[in-house]
């Protein structure tokens, strides 16, 4: 019962007897009374059962459906000692004599002094929605037995043809039910057959006839599958049309076949007609040959000499004869329906000894027993001098790809056949064979990657792809495959064992998404998975709680203890943490000694702020290092979708307000976000200020560093830096303004106004004869925005009259995380088809992923300076930057370290292979014109250098 029913049943058991007051009341009513425990029920009670109202008032339990009675009874045992209201569904039996099921919802009723005086019990009658939620659900499990016993896809649709549901379609297509219903699923179907198909549905409406049509619909891959859709109308007694229902069927790989075979038989017809080969036809009941015109002239024979099976043996060479004989008469059963052969025969006219390739086809007859053999000869004479001459160059081939790990392969894609270098069984444990047979040790999850391999290649030439592959000894081995079309129907390439560059590129993802010490996700990635739990909260209307945490004590241990107390500190903060979340919750270290918990499923907010309490206090618990007690004590910010922001940047932003005004009230609390909080970004709005006014007097201006081959020691390329000319401060570096690169607004205008310089900057060198190489710019975030930003920088360089293969933008995965996939890729491809080349920066850290090599044209990687600070004393990084510089060699990408500030530094990353180098070592950013002074003056200083050493 509601509150307002518990008051009104309060009021009217107040003022009457208890047996007036019920028979007063809409329900079906029982009223316990707990100091007599005597039982009443109203009058709607007594109607539905039909009992009268003398019977007892315990004989309701004896109404209830002999299934229902122990569920029901102990609901009503547990209300009675707990003194809370509850509610369940059970049968009860009806004057009809059937039970019929009905919801039961009893309150407690208490006096004046808050004692409990009566229990009241309402009951409705449920039955007709509960059985038809079962109609329902039989419904729905004939609909998808029909689908699983038919693989069909079924559906039904209104008389006026709008779809209703689909059994199967989701699964085929991907469309969700609100999008397929209606007309919504014309949306997957090919363009080309869209027309041809709305109007054989709007024929089928108006004629409310069966009909079907074979078209394309895009398949949850993207590829477009070829299906069979049948339509067929339910109709009424008067003839009118109640309903359509209808069928799907996936035809694909049948269309397919029989392009096949089509494609086959025209390639046989022409084989013949262009390669001078000859057609012969036994009759195996007549012993009757006929041959074409080529087969004379392959024999060496005139045309007067009659066709016949003895006079082709005739000229078989008497080396060969036997098997040729037994290969042309052999049963069938145990030679098979086909079968190819060759062999030499001496031409009758010159008694030269000629090579023949034969193939020949049995033919069978309605019986199933053979009746005539259909063969086809060609002289292949140069061809077999060929291959011989190529055995000992295949020879040398093996042994060469064998020492690499490397096998050759050709596809035959007509037959699905591989044929395999011999090295294949040493390498993959099988021979030349099925495709079928080297896909079945490909893992499931890899196959439609290998599949659209073959399919690029055949729309574009070639294509190269990774996957991973079982041993027949069950090791797991990564290989790389390069493939290119080599015809129409044939595919050649070579796969090779990377399993090695697999684990050092494995090495580097983690150290790029995973903190070091800790072991946690690092920021990047736990963006990634709080993103994807975003997006699971929204479909599911669930909720993300996002708890970020911060040491108050953290500087205080490292500076006290040192270093090694603040990592123990780290790591025992990372294992309390870890211990505490759930299996589907996520811990992650953002860096230093910040923290950040993602709880997910449907949590209140308020239980978030109790979880960080609870964070709090065990945080808190006291450990040792090196003979003292250290307490760990930390701030927590909480935020919280749907109550806050509901885009992962924003409610990380959410978090960190609120966990600055944890820190600002005096640490070692909890805060929750509240939107006021956003003063705190009136600093940024204050430096926006500033740089409108500092847009307005084209304050900003490039500085240039330049970046050095390290096997040459020349400069190869530059890297132009922001900074602002502050009218009071002087040169500011973009420490005191980074916040502005996140702007919209000003950040792009920002970039213009430095594009348009460093342009200017470049023809003035060009100009003069001062190399310098190429010029790279880092475009922000918020410019990738821009739809147009490629066509607008290009245009600046156009202006001017520089080639754009001078410049190169650099991005850092900020870029390719918070920007839209396809619009950031489109941008990229643009700069790419104009020579602009593409750097990804700070690669290495937290803000560089292996993924984005692949996703995005990447030319260009930079190490970041983190890994080049400690490369001469920690073998760690070391390891670290020699697997940057062999991934970058293996995918043809030139690599440059930053940071340089020493010798040694340079010297060893030159012996690592690493190209270039840029830091102090070489020179500090400077304007235009003093880089003008060192490219005029670094060749003579090169030279100086050399004939030094």
């Known amino acids: 019962m509601e509150q307002g029913q518990i008051a009104e049943?309060?009021?009217?058991?107040s003022g009457a007897a208890p047996q007036i007051a019920i028979d007063a009341m809409p329900h079906m009513v029982r009223l316990f009374c707990v100091d007599d425990h005597s039982v009443h029920h109203n009058r709607r009670w007594h109607e539905f059962t039909g009992l009268s109202r003398s019977a007892p008032g315990e004989a309701w339990l004896d109404l209830v459906h002999p299934d229902d009675r122990e569920g029901a009874l102990a609901a009503w045992k547990n209300a009675l000692e707990t003194g809370a209201a509850c509610e369940f569904e059970h049968r009860l039996l009806h004057r009809s004599g059937a039970h019929r099921w009905v919801l039961c919802h009893a309150s407690p009723?208490?006096?004046?002094?808050?004692?409990?005086?009566?229990?009241?019990?309402?009951y409705t009658d449920i039955h007709a929605w509960k059985e038809a939620e079962q109609t329902f659900a039989e419904s729905e499990e004939r609909y998808r037995a029909l689908v699983e016993a038919t693989a069909s896809m079924v559906w039904r649709a209104s008389p006026d043809g709008r779809i209703l549901r689909g059994w199967g379609w989701k699964e085929f297509c991907g469309?969700?039910?609100?999008?397929?219903?209606?007309?919504?699923?014309?949306?997957?179907?090919?363009?080309?057959?869209?027309?041809?198909?709305?109007?054989?549905?709007?024929?089928?409406?108006?004629?409310?006839?069966?009909?079907?049509?074979?078209f394309r619909v895009r398949h949850r891959s993207g590829d477009y599958r070829w299906v069979l859709s049948r339509a067929i109308p339910l109709k009424n007694a008067d003839g009118a049309v109640r309903e359509w229902v209808g069928t799907i069927t996936d035809i694909h790989d049948q269309r397919r076949a029989q392009n096949t075979l089509r494609t086959s038989e025209e390639r046989l017809r022409l084989a013949a007609e262009t390669t001078?080969?000859?057609?012969?036809?036994?009759?195996?009941?007549?012993?009757?040959?006929?041959?074409?015109a080529e087969i004379w002239d392959i024999l060496g024979l005139t045309p007067d000499v009659p066709a016949a099976i003895e006079h082709f043996f005739a000229r078989v060479h008497p080396d060969d004869l036997a098997d040729v004989r037994g290969k042309a008469f052999a049963d069938v059963p145990g030679k098979g329906p086909q079968y190819n052969s060759m062999f030499r025969i001496v031409r009758a006219d010159s008694g030269q000894v000629r090579w023949i390739e034969s193939s020949v086809r049995m033919v069978l007859g309605d019986n199933g027993q053979p009746i005539r053999k259909v063969g086809m000869i060609q002289d292949v004479t140069q061809r077999k001098l060929s291959e011989d001459m190529l055995l000992a160059t295949e020879e040398r081939l093996r042994l060469a790809m064998q020492a690499g790990r490397m096998i050759a392969w050709e596809h035959d894609l007509d037959t699905g056949y591989v044929t395999r270098s011999v090295n294949s069984i040493e390498l993959l444990g099988i021979d030349s064979g099925p495709l079928s047979e080297f896909l079945e040790r490909v893992p499931p999850e890899d196959r439609l990657a290998r599949d659209q391999f073959i399919e690029k290649i055949s729309a574009t030439g070639s294509d190269t792809m990774e996957f991973r592959y079982t041993l027949p000894s069950g090791k797991t081995l990564w290989l790389a495959s390069r493939g290119e079309r080599a015809g129409p129907n044939r595919v050649v390439g070579v796969t090779f064992d990377i399993t090695d560059r697999k684990a050092a590129e494995e090495k580097v993802w983690r150290s790029a998404n995973h903190d070091g010490l800790t072991g946690l996700p690092n920021r990047v990635l736990?963006?990634?998975?709080?993103?994807?739990?975003?997006?699971e909260a929204k479909e599911n209307g669930t909720s993300v709680s996002l708890l970020m945490i911060d040491l108050d004590d953290f500087k205080d241990v490292n500076d006290t203890l040192g270093h090694d107390a603040g990592d123990m500190l780290l790591k025992q903060t990372a294992d309390r943490l870890s211990v505490m979340m759930r299996e589907q919750d996520t811990v992650a270290r953002l860096g230093g000694d910040e923290f950040a918990v993602l709880v997910v499923e449907p949590l209140r907010l308020s239980h978030a702020a109790n979880l960080g309490e609870i964070i709090l206090r065990r945080l808190r618990k006291p450990f040792t290092y090196a003979g003292r007690t250290l307490i760990n004590r930390a701030s927590i910010g909480v935020a919280a979708y749907p109550d806050h922001d509901s885009e992962p940047v924003e409610l990380m932003?959410?978090?960190?307000?609120a966990l600055y005004r944890a820190k600002a009230e005096g640490r070692g609390r909890v805060v929750t976000y509240d939107p006021g909080m956003r003063?705190?970004?009136?600093?940024?709005?204050?430096?926006g200020r500033d740089m409108r006014e500092a847009i307005s007097h084209d304050q900003f201006v490039p500085f240039y560093q330049p970046k050095i081959c390290l096997s040459s020691g020349r400069i190869v390329g530059l890297e132009a830096l922001a900074r602002w000319q502050h009218k009071d401060k002087g040169i500011l570096t973009p420490s005191v303004f980074e916040a502005v690169f996140d702007d919209p607004e000003l950040a792009p205008a920002i970039g213009k106004r430095l594009i348009g310089k460093?342009?200017?900057?470049?023809?003035?060198?060009?100009d003069g004869g001062c190399e310098f190489g190429r010029v790279a710019f880092n475009l922000s975030s918020v410019e990738f925005n821009q739809p147009n930003l490629a066509d607008d920088v290009i245009r600046v360089f156009n202006l001017v009259k520089v080639p754009t293969d001078r410049f190169e933008v650099e991005v850092t995965e900020k870029v390719l995380l918070d920007g839209q996939f396809g619009l950031v890729s489109h941008i990229l491809e643009r700069f790419h088809e104009h020579d602009v080349r593409i750097a990804l920066d700070d690669f290495g850290t937290g803000y560089a992923s292996l993924i984005h090599l692949k996703r995005f044209p990447v030319d260009h990687i930079k190490i970041d300076r983190s890994f080049v600070a400690d490369l001469e004393h920690d073998d760690d990084n070391a390891a670290i930057v020699a697997a940057v510089i062999g991934l970058g060699h293996s995918l043809g990408l030139h690599v440059t370290a930053e940071g340089v500030e020493t010798e040694g530094q340079a010297l060893r990353l030159r012996t690592m292979g690493c190209h270039s180098a840029q830091g102090y070592f070489y020179a500090r950013p400077m304007p235009a014109a003093q880089m003008t002074e060192l490219l005029a003056a670094w060749p003579v200083r090169v030279t100086s250098e050399a004939s030094e050493s």
């Open 9 to 13: 049943a309060r009021a009217q058991l």
């Open 109 to 122: 009723i208490r006096g004046a002094q808050g004692r409990i005086e009566h229990w009241v019990g309402t």
């Open 175 to 214: 469309q969700e039910p609100e999008e397929y219903e209606g007309h919504g699923w014309l949306n997957v179907v090919h363009p080309e057959d869209y027309e041809a198909v709305t109007s054989v549905w709007c024929g089928a409406l108006s004629s409310s006839q069966v009909a079907e049509k074979e």
């Open 276 to 292: 001078s080969a000859g057609i012969w036809d036994l009759d195996l009941v007549t012993g009757s040959v006929e041959w074409t």
């Open 526 to 535: 736990f963006q990634r998975y709080l993103e994807q739990a975003l997006g």
């Open 653 to 657: 932003k959410d978090a960190d307000i």
């Open 679 to 687: 003063l705190l970004t009136e600093h940024r709005l204050a430096l």
């Open 758 to 766: 460093i342009a200017s900057d470049m023809r003035r060198w060009l």
